[in-house]
């Protein structure tokens, strides 16, 4: 079993920074890609950046753009993102997403979740 566990979320004021890390663990092949989503009350979940396994190829949301950056440790398969310049419309529940092959048996990459974490901006 695949099991994704995050942390660094917390409460911050505007301007302030916070990085969150999230590690997969289990039975784990190979993982394509590892990225960062976010839900704040009312509105659909969104993808905030996304980073490849095969090149490191991120992409952010244009909300976040030359805020936020996404790595990636290949050796823990943990990936990060760094927040910077936080603004309270950031405040959402952010959750990691990880396309997972768990064998070589496995026909694709499979997308597991992390619990989520909370991240609230206050102005």
């Known amino acids: 079993q695949v099991q994704l566990v995050e942390s660094g979320g917390g409460l911050v004021q505007a301007g302030g920074s916070l990085r969150l890390s999230c590690a997969a663990s289990g039975s784990i092949f190979s993982i394509n890609a590892m990225g960062w989503y976010r839900q704040a009350p009312g509105k659909q979940r969104e993808l905030v950046a996304g980073?490849?396994?095969?090149?490191?190829?991120?992409n952010y949301a244009d909300s976040v753009k030359g805020r936020f950056t996404i790595s990636r440790d290949n050796a823990k398969n943990t990936v990060y993102l760094q927040m910077n310049s936080l603004k309270p419309e950031d405040t959402a529940v952010y959750y990691c997403n990880a396309a997972i092959r768990s064998s070589r048996r496995a026909p694709f990459h499979y997308p597991y979740w992390g619990q989520g974490t909370q991240v609230t901006v206050s102005s």
């Open positions: 980073i490849t396994t095969s090149d490191d190829s991120a």
